[in-house]
């Protein structure tokens, strides 16, 4: 196996995405379902007015809100902020790539939004990593 020599400087902020679909609280559920299913992503951030990312609607949180709506024969799932999780867990765009990619081997999740001061600037994906570390190693 060959040992690749990577920098140590790259940074979150230099390979996120930042053209980012975002959800708002108050927007109906299916709505969002929808949109997501249209760009073809498993999961958004939920930002409120002033771009504060307030939760993330993912594909879980979806087929959730699916079986609770079908099992009670209802027409209309809800809002956003009733499905979406609240705890999220975020990356700022000065943290270390390499880093990032530690943190997904560890965890299930796809991608993290990155906040700077609450607000959020983007989201990187364990695809945009894999791009980084390729591109520079």
Do not use: K, W
């Not at 209802?74 to 530690?102: C, I, K, P, W, Y």
């Amino acid at each position: 196996m060959c040992a690749m020599m990577l920098p140590q400087n790259l940074r979150v902020g230099d390979f996120m995405s930042t053209n980012v679909l975002t959800l708002r609280p108050d927007m109906d559920v299916l709505a969002a379902m929808r949109l997501l299913l249209s760009r073809r992503v498993s999961g958004a951030p939920v930002i409120d007015a002033f771009g504060t990312l307030v939760g993330m609607l993912t594909e879980r949180d979806c087929l959730e809100t699916l079986v609770i709506s079908g099992y009670h024969d209802e027409r209309e799932a809800g809002r956003v902020e009733e499905f979406m999780s609240r705890d999220v867990a975020t990356v700022a765009a000065d943290a270390n790539v390499l880093s990032l990619a530690q943190r997904f081997i560890t965890v299930a999740y796809r991608r993290y939004p990155v906040v700077e001061e609450g607000r959020l600037v983007g989201v990187i994906s364990r695809r945009d990593v894999m791009r980084a570390i390729v591109a520079h190693g």
